[in-house]
């Protein structure tokens, strides 16, 4: 059973950075593409970034586009999102996600990740 567990959520300034951490179990983690998504209060949920199963691949919504980066270790069956230059707007619960198929294109559609994460709040103050 895939099992994510997020951490690394907090507090911060504006302006200030943050590293949430996701740490996989369950099945062979360097197979899947992971991905970060976020659900700030009263909005749905959106993609954030994506990496792909060897860490080769990359995607990011615009809207993190240059202050995020999304970042792997398969040794330690972990994704990272470090997140720099955070804005207020960027307040939101954050979830680390999976998918079914082993070595899936980075997507940001929602549907194509089945396993999610309890998510982390990340709150930036103005």
């Known amino acids: 059973q895939v099992q994510l567990v997020e951490s690394g959520g907090g507090l911060v300034q504006a302006g200030g950075s943050l590293r949430l951490s996701c740490a996989a179990s369950g099945r062979t983690f360097n197979y899947y593409t992971m991905g970060w998504f976020r659900q700030a209060p009263g909005k749905a949920r959106e993609f954030v970034a994506a990496i792909s199963s060897s860490g080769t691949s990359t995607y990011y919504a615009d809207s993190v586009k240059g202050r995020f980066s999304i970042s792997r270790d398969n040794a330690k069956s972990t994704v990272y999102l470090q997140m720099n230059s955070l804005k207020p707007e960027d307040t939101a619960v954050y979830y680390c996600?999976?998918?079914?198929?082993?070595?899936?294109?980075?997507?940001?559609?929602?549907?194509?990740?089945?396993?999610w994460g309890q998510g982390t709040q990340v709150t930036v103050s103005s």
């Open positions: 996600a999976t998918g079914p198929r082993p070595y899936a294109s980075v997507t940001a559609t929602e549907s194509e990740y089945n396993y």
